[in-house]
Nanobody, 126 residues
Framework: DVQLQASGGGLVQAGESLRISCAVSGFTSHDNFYIGWFRQAPGKEREGVAWFDSSDGRTSYADSEKESRFTISSDNPRHTVHLQIHGLKPEDTAVYYC?????????????????WGQGTQVTVSS
């Protein structure tokens, strides 16, 4: 079975950087999939942040603001996918989740992600 586990969150000061990681297991070398990072802030809906395509290493971001401060990366997406956040802001406070899309389509759509890991809390103090 495919399993995901996010880790690396914590309490950080505004302006600092943080790298969170998603431990991935259960995919074979023949599987193609997307790993997405999502986040849910208190009182808000969960939103997409960034996506990694295992087939070619292509990365995508939800918008230009996230692309300017977030970096999704992986040397081996069948093992670990990272999300680096630069210039943290209090509004980045959220539970961050990683998830896998094995459908191969709609990688920006949350409903396409069928396998979710437990989230990791990121709290940014001002």
């Amino acid at each position: 079975d495919v399993q995901l586990q996010a880790s690396g969150g914590g309490l950080v000061q505004a302006g600092e950087s943080l790298r969170i990681s998603c431990a991935v297991s259960g995919f074979t070398s023949h599987d193609n999939f997307y790993i997405g990072w999502f986040r849910q802030a208190p009182g808000k809906e969960r939103e997409g942040v960034a996506w990694f395509d295992s087939s070619d290493g292509r990365t995508s971001y939800a918008d230009s603001e996230k692309e300017s401060r977030f970096t999704i990366s992986s040397d081996n997406p069948r093992h670990t996918v990272h999300l680096q956040i630069h210039g943290l802001k209090p509004e980045d406070t959220a539970v961050y989740y990683c998830a896998a899309n094995v459908l191969g389509i709609g990688f920006r759509v949350q409903q396409s992600y069928t396998i979710w890991g437990q989230g990791t809390q990121v709290t940014v103090s001002s």
